[in-house]
């Protein structure tokens, strides 16, 4: 984009240069007085000032329509990507959600485990203790 912009103000440039530089040296190996010679010069001078001021102003317009359009894309960009973001943040806390539920499922269970592993082996050494304590009595 950087390239078209600088080719079409060299040919702009050139363009006006060029017509410059031609209408110049065509008054000049005119035969005319000097009186008319200067008139035509103005002319054309006023000629050129006119045809780069449409040049400017179209310039200008297709400058700020390449801005607007610059921003145009920018906002969509932005707004489709805080969709996506949207999306994978509402996709992260469902998994993290989902892995609370299975480690607290496993907690549970583990704590459930480790309670009734906890009352057979209790139950084991009262039962020791118990016959223990008979057949030391008898």
């Given at each position: 984009?950087?390239?078209?912009?600088?080719?079409?103000?060299?040919?702009?440039?050139?363009?006006?240069?060029?017509?410059?530089?031609?209408?110049?040296?065509?008054?000049?190996?005119?035969?005319k007085?000097?009186?008319?010679?200067?008139?035509?010069?103005?002319?054309?001078?006023d000629?050129?000032?006119?045809?780069?001021?449409?040049?400017?102003?179209?310039?200008?317009?297709?400058?700020?329509?390449?801005?607007?359009?610059?921003?145009?894309?920018?906002?969509?960009?932005?707004?489709?990507?805080?969709?996506?973001?949207?999306?994978?943040?509402?996709?992260?806390?469902?998994?993290?959600?989902?892995a609370?539920?299975?480690?607290?499922?496993?907690?549970?269970?583990?704590?459930?485990?480790?309670?009734?592993?906890?009352?057979?082996?209790?139950?084991?050494?009262?039962?020791?203790?118990?016959?223990?304590k008979?057949?030391?009595?008898?």
């Amino acid at each position: 984009m950087a390239d078209e912009n600088g080719l079409g103000k060299g040919l702009i440039v050139g363009f006006l240069a060029g017509g410059i530089v031609g209408s110049i040296i065509a008054l000049l190996y005119a035969p005319k007085t000097g009186k008319e010679l200067r008139g035509d010069i103005r002319e054309r001078t006023d000629e050129f000032i006119e045809d780069a001021e449409t040049y400017i102003n179209s310039a200008k317009t297709k400058a700020n329509e390449m801005i607007n359009d610059g921003k145009k894309k920018s906002e969509k960009l932005i707004s489709e990507a805080k969709v996506k973001v949207d999306a994978l943040l509402k996709e992260a806390e469902d998994i993290l959600d989902e892995a609370k539920g299975k480690a607290t499922v496993a907690v549970e269970s583990g704590k459930d485990k480790i309670t009734k592993e906890g009352d057979k082996l209790k139950s084991a050494i009262k039962a020791g203790v118990d016959t223990y304590k008979s057949e030391k009595e008898a």
